[in-house]
């Protein structure tokens, strides 16, 4: 069981690829800055591959005006929730 931290946009496809090959089944993803982005609508095949397991940090989703578009299938947390996600997950690993 990890916690992913993603940072990136989804213009890195790259990234999403490398950590898509990474993640487990017991896995969570954690999209922070401009991650956010892969939380759109017009994203979701960036995050097909994670199957439904993803989270986006409302206080980065909203500073980029992205709080009320985001997808149905995207849990919404906040700074409690992030930190609720660490304790919940023995390991994290950051994609920078």
């Known amino acids: 069981m990890m916690l992913h931290l993603l940072n990136r946009s989804p213009q890195f496809d790259g990234i999403y690829w490398d950590l898509s090959e ?3 089944a ?3 993803l ?4 401009d991650a956010c982005y ?3 609508p017009a ?4 995050l097909a591959a994670f199957g439904g397991r993803v989270s986006v940090l409302s206080e980065d989703a909203a500073s980029r005006g992205l709080l009320e578009r985001l ?8 700074m409690a929730g992030f930190v609720a996600l660490t304790a ?3 390991r994290s690993l950051s994609w920078f």
């Open 38 to 40: 892969a939380a759109l």
């Open 22 to 24: 990474a993640f487990g």
């Open 88 to 90: 919940t997950f023995p």
């Open 43 to 46: 994203a979701a095949p960036s």
């Open 26 to 28: 017991e896995d969570h």
């Open 30 to 33: 954690l999209l922070i800055e």
């Open 71 to 78: 997808s149905d299938g995207v849990t919404v947390v906040d």
